[in-house]
């Protein structure tokens, strides 16, 4: 039992550049979420999807588009890379989608951006 | 702007003794959560506290939430190093969202 997966671990991109994170949990849960962290701030929510085939907008989602493969898998697409892109991706999800349940977190992605 | 703001924003203390990080909201929450998270790792689930709950405990945790205050604490008793680690709380008002504070960073020296 994997819980969540992300891939890949690091990537450094181009100004302009696009590329997809993804990522994939094996615990049946219905609900995933993407989010960013950046040095001194806490996560900041960029889309999540309470079910499969919805997908909602977070806090942050401008330059970034979102796609609920299934119910296991859920990836994160950059069409355009900026540096203010530069951040540490984090995938988690939850068995039902509420606010009160436990997020399950993977271990992160962590993109850099010139 | 965020929900929640841990206080103080690191923390730095010696094995075996005591550790208490705060929280504070603004806005009137369903349910506070606390998380760790381990350097390069993701983030941890340690605990829940109910807005109709005072307080809570588990393990060497102890969390309180004081509704009137808007605030919460988790205190880590007898630290070992292995607690060395970026501690955040969550809040949520119900839905689907969770709103995370920036983390408090707990140093537990050996």
């Known amino acids: 039992n994997a819980g969540v997966t992300q891939t890949p671990k690091f990537q450094v991109l181009k100004t302009g550049q696009s590329m997809t994170l993804q990522c994939a949990q094996d615990?049946?849960?219905?609900?995933m979420y993407w989010y960013r962290q950046d040095p001194g701030m806490g996560l900041r929510l960029i889309y999540y999807s309470a079910s499969e085939g919805t997908t909602d907008k977070g806090e942050v989602p401008n330059g970034y588009n979102v796609s609920r493969l299934n119910k296991r898998e859920f990836s994160l697409r950059l069409e355009s890379a900026a540096p203010s892109q530069t951040s540490v991706y984090f995938c988690?999800?939850?068995?039902?989608?509420?606010?009160?349940?436990?997020?399950?977190f993977g271990p992160g992605t962590r993109l850099t951006v010139l | 702007s965020q929900q929640g703001e841990e206080d103080p924003q690191a923390l730095s203390i010696q094995e075996g003794e005591n550790a208490t990080m705060n929280c504070s909201y603004k806005t009137s929450i369903n349910n506070l959560q606390w998380y760790r998270q381990n350097s390069g790792r993701g983030l941890v689930h340690l605990i829940l506290i109910r807005s109709n709950e005072r307080e809570k405990h588990s393990g060497r945790l102890r969390v309180t939430l004081d509704t009137s205050k808007k605030s919460s604490s988790l205190l880590i008793t007898a630290s070992r190093a292995a607690d060395t680690a970026s501690y955040f709380c969550?809040?949520?008002?119900?839905?689907?969202?969770?709103?995370f504070g920036a983390g408090t960073r707990l140093f537990v020296k050996a």
């Open positions: 969550a809040t949520d008002t119900g839905g689907f969202k969770t709103i």
């Open positions: 615990m049946n849960h219905n609900s």
């Open positions: 988690a999800s939850s068995e039902l989608g509420r606010a009160s349940d436990t997020q399950y």
